[in-house]
């Protein structure tokens, strides 16, 4: 009786053993799990940290293009004003001198022409806007 209760004894002992063991493997096989998901996370969190400073460095760079874009159309305003305010009176002169009316040369009908079309096209996009800002426009400077 004394032999089966020792065998009985280490059959009960190999099992709790294979069990323990069992249990050590689960455990460092989680425990590598953990380390590896844990580096992963750090990756993604250093990632998301690259296209963060990325994406408002491209905000930053697209903000400073549209108000280049802006003061470039204003100046450009006033550009293609001051010349039809000039055009008006170069042409008001020659009207009232005593030799008559002589007509500009071809690079100053060229300017003309340009600051023309320019203020009839900027004279668009503010009705254009007006009637609807979710329209979307070209760049009047294109």
Known sequence: ???EKFVRKDK????????V???KEELEHEIMLR?????LHRELAKELSEVKSSFFG??????????????????????AKGIRDYEQQVHCLRKNSRNGYVKGNSVDQLILHISEAW???R???????SDSDFIERTPIVE
Do not use: G, P, W
């Not at 491209?58 to 550009?79: D, G, P, S």
């Open 21 to 23: 063991q069992s249990l």
């Open 119 to 121: 203020l009839d096209e």
């Open 12 to 19: 009960e002992h190999d099992r709790i053993k294979d069990v």
């Open 35 to 39: 380390k590896h998901y844990e580096s």
């Open 58 to 79: 491209c905000l930053r760079n697209l903000e400073r293009e549209r108000k280049t874009r802006i003061l470039l159309e204003n100046l450009c305003n006033e550009f």
């Open 1 to 3: 009786m004394t032999m």
């Open 123 to 129: 004279a668009q996009m503010k009705l254009a806007q």
